[in-house]
């Protein structure tokens, strides 16, 4: 299994999709605690980029960690994007992520603004810090809450998208159990060392990177007035949400969100807006 060893004590390992040389403009990273095999950032190069699935540290079959970091799990997530982009010899790359996944993506435009020509977020939150830090996953560990909101409204009259979305429940099912170590992990939220909701959307005004915020009306965790305060922020940003999805989209409506997404890279890498060129 491929591995990239950051430092003396982790390594990461990634899935590679794509091709393409390491300079160009077509690279795409993306940083989970780990990855469906048929998502966006798989269809993505089936679209011409060369994308990288990074699995974070703390999570098989990357390295597994003992230390808690506290409220800097997503800070030390960030940087280790950029470590491997140095070790890999990319200088410049689009970061995509969902979820958890984009909430790295946030602390990415922050630490190392320099690195990224555009930011793929989809279902990104940031949670609200006015709603407390943890993170949906311990709190279901802790017992503090029984269940998780459902991610997904029904799917109305589309058999092959029930059927996608069946075959990842099979999927999920079926993966064999985490190490005892990577069960422990808390990464919390996003942004949750800045202390407050005011702190943290004076953090999202500071992003200039141009932003493509994906997300549905019907997502309980990355909820559409979260969304939409994020786009309040960002100076740079477009915002597309679609009604009768969930928080599942990046699984569930590759193509649409992939021909989204690819549009909005390609301009983005070319004019370096969020928009299509102005002709008058």
């Known amino acids: ?36 095999p048929k998502g966006m950032q798989q269809y993505l ?6 994308v990288f699935c990074i699995t974070l540290r703390g999570f098989h079959p990357s390295t597994l960690v003992e230390e808690d970091y506290g409220e800097h799990w997503y800070d030390v997530f ?12 990319i200088a410049r790359f689009v970061y995509m ?3 958890h996944g984009a909430g790295t993506g946030w602390h990415i435009m922050l630490r190392h603004p320099d690195r990224v020509n555009a930011f793929v ?5 940031p949670h609200s ?17 029984k269940e998780i909101p459902p991610f997904n409204p029904p799917i109305d009259n589309d058999d092959a998208r029930q059927l996608r ?6 999927h999920i099912k079926n993966l064999p159990p985490a190490p005892e170590l990577e069960r422990k992990v808390d990464y919390g939220r996003p942004l949750m060392s800045l202390g407050s909701e005011e702190k943290l959307c004076e953090a999202l005004k500071k992003i200039t990177t141009p932003v493509l915020i994906i997300g549905g009306t019907e997502d309980p965790i990355s909820t559409p ?12 940003c477009k915002l597309v949400i679609y009604s009768n999805c969930g928080h599942d989209i990046d699984t569930d409506l590759i193509e649409e969100t992939c021909d989204e997404a690819a549009r909005f890279i390609t301009n983005a890498l070319k004019t370096k807006k969020w928009y299509l060129p102005v002709k008058e």
């Open 121 to 125: 977020a989809v279902v990104p939150g």
């Open 45 to 50: 190069a089936t679209l011409g980029f060369h």
């Open 225 to 236: 007035e979260l969304m939409m305060r994020t786009a309040k922020c960002l100076p740079h």
């Open 97 to 99: 992520g969902a979820s």
């Open 1 to 36: 299994m491929p591995h990239v060893k950051i430092n003396d004590k982790i390594s990461l390992f990634y899935e590679e999709y794509g091709t393409g040389a390491l300079d160009a403009d077509n690279i795409i990273l993306s940083a989970q605690v780990g990855f469906y």
């Open 165 to 170: 979305r069946d075959r990842r429940t099979e």
């Open 78 to 89: 960030a940087d280790d994007v950029a470590a491997f982009a140095d070790k890999m010899g």
């Open 129 to 145: 810090l006015a709603e407390g830090t943890m993170s949906y996953r311990q709190m279901l560990a802790q017992g503090i809450i």
